[in-house]
Protein backbone atom coordinates (compact mmCIF):
# COMPACT_ATOMS: atom_id res chain seq x y z
CA UNK A 1 0.00 0.00 0.00
CA UNK A 2 1.55 3.31 -0.97
CA UNK A 3 1.21 6.16 1.41
CA UNK A 4 0.40 9.61 -0.75
CA UNK A 5 0.45 11.14 2.82
CA UNK A 6 3.88 12.73 2.32
CA UNK A 7 2.98 13.64 -1.45
CA UNK A 8 -0.03 15.94 0.05
CA UNK A 9 2.12 17.72 2.44
CA UNK A 10 4.80 18.12 -0.01
CA UNK A 11 2.14 19.79 -2.44
CA UNK A 12 0.17 21.75 0.67
CA UNK A 13 4.13 23.19 1.79
CA UNK A 14 5.04 23.55 -1.89
CA UNK A 15 1.55 26.24 -1.92
CA UNK A 16 2.65 27.72 1.31
CA UNK A 17 6.03 28.72 0.27
CA UNK A 18 4.86 29.97 -3.72
CA UNK A 19 2.45 32.12 -1.78
CA UNK A 20 4.20 33.49 0.43
CA UNK A 21 7.11 34.58 -1.67
CA UNK A 22 4.66 36.00 -3.90
CA UNK A 23 3.14 38.10 -1.19
CA UNK A 24 6.95 38.89 -0.09
CA UNK A 25 7.62 40.16 -3.12
CA UNK A 26 4.50 42.61 -3.09
CA UNK A 27 6.07 44.79 0.06
CA UNK A 28 8.66 45.66 -2.30
CA UNK A 29 8.30 49.26 -2.59
CA UNK A 30 11.34 50.05 -5.45
CA UNK A 31 14.98 50.30 -5.99
CA UNK A 32 17.67 48.05 -7.22
CA UNK A 33 20.74 46.20 -6.43
CA UNK A 34 23.35 45.98 -8.68
CA UNK A 35 25.97 42.33 -7.67
CA UNK A 36 29.05 43.07 -9.25
CA UNK A 37 31.89 40.21 -9.37
CA UNK A 38 35.60 41.00 -10.05
CA UNK A 39 34.68 44.15 -10.96
CA UNK A 40 32.19 43.72 -13.83
CA UNK A 41 28.47 44.00 -13.65
CA UNK A 42 26.98 40.50 -12.89
CA UNK A 43 23.03 40.72 -11.94
CA UNK A 44 20.74 43.54 -11.59
CA UNK A 45 17.10 43.12 -9.44
CA UNK A 46 15.21 45.98 -10.13
CA UNK A 47 11.65 46.72 -8.77
CA UNK A 48 9.51 49.12 -10.54
CA UNK A 49 6.37 50.01 -7.64
CA UNK A 50 4.24 51.83 -10.29
CA UNK A 51 4.39 49.25 -12.82
CA UNK A 52 4.39 46.64 -10.35
CA UNK A 53 7.26 44.95 -11.87
CA UNK A 54 10.35 43.33 -11.03
CA UNK A 55 13.03 42.73 -13.35
CA UNK A 56 16.04 40.04 -12.71
CA UNK A 57 18.60 40.69 -15.43
CA UNK A 58 21.65 37.71 -15.76
CA UNK A 59 24.17 40.30 -16.90
CA UNK A 60 26.69 37.97 -16.38
CA UNK A 61 25.87 34.02 -15.48
CA UNK A 62 29.19 33.60 -13.26
CA UNK A 63 27.26 35.19 -10.08
CA UNK A 64 25.43 31.85 -10.00
CA UNK A 65 25.97 28.33 -9.81
CA UNK A 66 23.58 25.67 -10.30
CA UNK A 67 24.78 22.42 -9.77
CA UNK A 68 22.71 19.92 -10.32
CA UNK A 69 22.33 17.13 -7.98
CA UNK A 70 20.76 13.68 -7.97
CA UNK A 71 17.71 15.53 -6.27
CA UNK A 72 17.34 17.51 -9.02
CA UNK A 73 18.38 14.98 -11.69
CA UNK A 74 14.80 13.35 -10.39
CA UNK A 75 12.48 16.34 -10.85
CA UNK A 76 11.33 16.11 -14.20
CA UNK A 77 10.33 19.01 -16.90
CA UNK A 78 6.65 18.83 -16.05
CA UNK A 79 7.29 18.84 -12.39
CA UNK A 80 9.31 22.05 -13.10
CA UNK A 81 6.63 23.46 -15.45
CA UNK A 82 4.08 22.83 -12.84
CA UNK A 83 5.76 24.87 -10.01
CA UNK A 84 6.59 27.70 -12.54
CA UNK A 85 2.97 27.93 -13.75
CA UNK A 86 1.85 27.89 -10.14
CA UNK A 87 4.60 30.46 -9.08
CA UNK A 88 3.20 32.87 -11.93
CA UNK A 89 -0.60 32.55 -11.06
CA UNK A 90 0.53 33.39 -7.74
CA UNK A 91 2.24 36.45 -9.20
CA UNK A 92 -0.85 37.59 -11.36
CA UNK A 93 -3.29 36.84 -8.51
CA UNK A 94 -0.94 39.47 -6.35
CA UNK A 95 -0.78 41.62 -9.16
CA UNK A 96 2.90 41.17 -10.04
CA UNK A 97 5.33 40.44 -13.03
CA UNK A 98 8.26 39.01 -12.87
CA UNK A 99 11.12 39.44 -15.91
CA UNK A 100 14.18 37.55 -16.24
CA UNK A 101 16.54 38.81 -18.57
CA UNK A 102 19.89 38.16 -20.16
CA UNK A 103 22.88 40.67 -20.78
CA UNK A 104 19.55 43.35 -20.96
CA UNK A 105 16.75 41.51 -23.39
CA UNK A 106 13.65 40.18 -22.10
CA UNK A 107 13.64 36.21 -21.56
CA UNK A 108 10.92 35.38 -19.75
CA UNK A 109 7.82 37.10 -18.14
CA UNK A 110 5.96 35.56 -15.11
CA UNK A 111 2.58 36.87 -13.63
CA UNK A 112 0.09 39.81 -14.55
CA UNK A 113 1.70 41.49 -17.55
CA UNK A 114 2.66 37.79 -19.41
CA UNK A 115 0.19 37.25 -22.22
CA UNK A 116 1.26 34.05 -23.74
CA UNK A 117 1.01 33.29 -27.63
CA UNK A 118 2.63 30.13 -28.48
CA UNK A 119 4.50 29.50 -25.51
CA UNK A 120 1.07 28.77 -23.86
CA UNK A 121 0.93 25.90 -26.29
CA UNK A 122 4.64 25.01 -24.28
CA UNK A 123 3.71 26.01 -20.75
CA UNK A 124 0.09 25.81 -20.55
CA UNK A 125 -0.55 28.91 -18.76
CA UNK A 126 -1.62 32.06 -18.93
CA UNK A 127 0.81 33.75 -16.87
CA UNK A 128 3.94 32.25 -18.38
CA UNK A 129 5.86 34.31 -21.70
CA UNK A 130 8.60 33.97 -23.07
CA UNK A 131 9.20 37.18 -24.69
CA UNK A 132 12.28 35.26 -26.75
CA UNK A 133 13.30 31.74 -26.80
CA UNK A 134 16.50 32.63 -28.81
CA UNK A 135 17.66 34.50 -24.95
CA UNK A 136 15.63 32.08 -22.80
CA UNK A 137 17.82 29.41 -24.15
CA UNK A 138 21.11 31.59 -24.00
CA UNK A 139 19.89 32.19 -20.33
CA UNK A 140 19.36 28.65 -19.75
CA UNK A 141 22.60 27.57 -21.34
CA UNK A 142 24.67 30.48 -19.58
CA UNK A 143 23.68 29.06 -16.24
CA UNK A 144 23.85 25.27 -16.62
CA UNK A 145 27.55 25.46 -18.18
CA UNK A 146 28.86 27.94 -15.38
CA UNK A 147 29.77 25.14 -13.27
CA UNK A 148 32.23 23.36 -16.19
Not at 18 to 36: E, N, P, Q, Y
Not at 90 to 104: A, C, E, P
Amino acid sequence: MVDNNDDDNDDKMEQIVLDLLAKSLKTVIAGAIDIDMEGKAALRFEVDKVQERINIDFIHADVLQLAESETEDRIGLFDKLKTAREFSHKLTDNGLTLSFLRKGKEAITLGKDAHPTLSKLITRSDDIQIDSVRESIKLGRDLKNKEE
